[in-house]
């Protein structure tokens, strides 16, 4: 009875601490962090296509996201990552770890700049909008892998 | 007696073989008409963009003004060798300067150069021959307009039996047609304007439809996706059976191709990085058209699985 109530408690307790481990995982961290740059990219779009409202304080918050991103996302590519989780991570990433390097810290540039600038009106932030998100393509172009 | 039938055997099939497999230009009712035309060479400059010339033709990693220069060098590996893009800059030397616009439309139309050779597929004349009369001429008056380049075209490196030229007839008797790539019922003109598009001049069937092992276009495959020719990866499926594109609506395919950016506003990656910063200088109207088309085509499994 005691082994059986044990055994239930160590079942329970694994499946509770499952997802814990796979969000920890480098893979999902990273996957998370450029969600959160699409989430900030979606906001700022909206406005520069004339869909919503101009807002600073929205602007401003999404620009300063995308600057905490890009000051850790690098952190997030250890060797042993370069599988698993559906990343669509590309090998490029490890054998060419410099130019890698050099695409995150042109976006953290960018992004950077945009915060500096704190755009007060729509035009302000379609000067930095532009600049900024030509550094997703840039990056994707040799750093990610479409897998389906 | 018998040997000599054998002998004469063999020599009407290997003659047969080399009739069938010679160059064949455009016929010359066509070249004529089309060298009747004034080519536009603003009209020209959206098919440069829509063709995607720059993207083999410039210099690699050449970006803003640098892409007009057409020098070549940019390598395509394929599982056949390394093709590297020919110069075809307006400068008469390196380039095809000295070309007539009867020489370009058999290049485009036909896959045959001025020599009387064929060209390999990774020229995609293959799509480019769906192209209109008045398109090849508008397209031959902006390459006109470009800047000349003196950097001399590198041969392929292509080992046997590809480097046999003659072998692409047969290559073309069984893969080359300037036929639509899908039928579909009920098409209206913006959707036929897609389809011009997208199997014509924008060629981009050549990396989103799976090939056989000689090359050629799996059989009802179409724009179904393909395994990534170079490399590791995958060329996304653009039908309904794909999970890439296929919950997205005609607007936001056409809002991908204006700025590179997926509803989820992900980014555009790999080769079709350049292919996107192309299809932004179309006009509005013709990346609509772009969008109907694929929500138009007949839904078809992955074609890399």
Known sequence: MKFRTLFAAAVIGAAALAPAIAADEPQVVRQEMMKKVGGATGAMAKMVKGEADYDAAAALAALTTISEVAATFGDYFPEGSETGMETEAAPAIWTDRAGFDAKIAALKASADAGVAAAPADLDGLKAVFGPLTQNCGACHETYRLKKS | ?305
């Open chain 2, 1 to 305: 007696m018998k040997r000599l039938a054998l002998g004469l055997g063999v020599a009407a099939v290997a003659g047969i073989a080399w009739t069938l497999t010679a160059p064949r230009q455009v016929t010359a009712d066509r070249l004529e008409a089309i060298a009747a035309i004034n080519g536009d060479a603003t009209a020209g400059e959206t098919l440069f963009w829509a063709g995607g010339c720059a993207s083999c033709h410039a210099a690699p990693g050449a970006d803003g003004d640098a892409k007009l220069v057409l020098s070549g060098g940019v390598r395509l590996s394929s599982d056949f060798g390394t093709f590297i893009a020919p110069n075809i800059s307006p400068d008469p030397g390196a380039g095809i300067g000295s070309w007539s616009v009867a020489d370009f439309a058999n290049a485009m139309l036909a896959g045959v150069s001025p020599e009387g050779e064929h060209y390999y597929p990774a020229f995609p004349y293959t799509s480019y021959t769906r192209m209109t009369d008045r398109d090849i001429a508008d397209l031959f008056a902006f390459l006109k307009t470009l800047p000349e380049s003196q950097v001399a075209s590198l041969p392929h490196e292509v080992g046997f039996p590809f480097n046999i030229r003659r072998s692409l007839g047969g290559w073309k008797l069984l893969f080359f047609t300037d036929q639509p790539r899908v039928t579909l019922a009920g098409a209206d003109d913006q959707v036929l304007r897609g389809q011009y598009l997208v199997e014509g001049p924008g060629h981009c069937g050549e990396c989103h439809t799976p090939r056989n092992p000689i090359g050629g276009f799996v059989g009802n495959a179409w724009l179904s996706g393909a395994k990534n020719p170079e490399g590791e990866g995958v060329i996304p499926n653009l039908t309904a059976g794909g999970k890439s594109i296929s919950g997205w609506s005609a607007s936001d395919i056409a809002y991908y191709l204006e700025s590179g950016f997926t509803p989820d506003f992900d980014s555009v990656g790999g080769s079709m990085v350049d292919v996107q910063k192309n299809m932004a200088k179309l006009t509005s109207g013709d990346r609509d058209a772009i969008a109907a088309y694929l929500k138009a085509l007949p839904e078809r499994a992955n074609g890399w699985e």
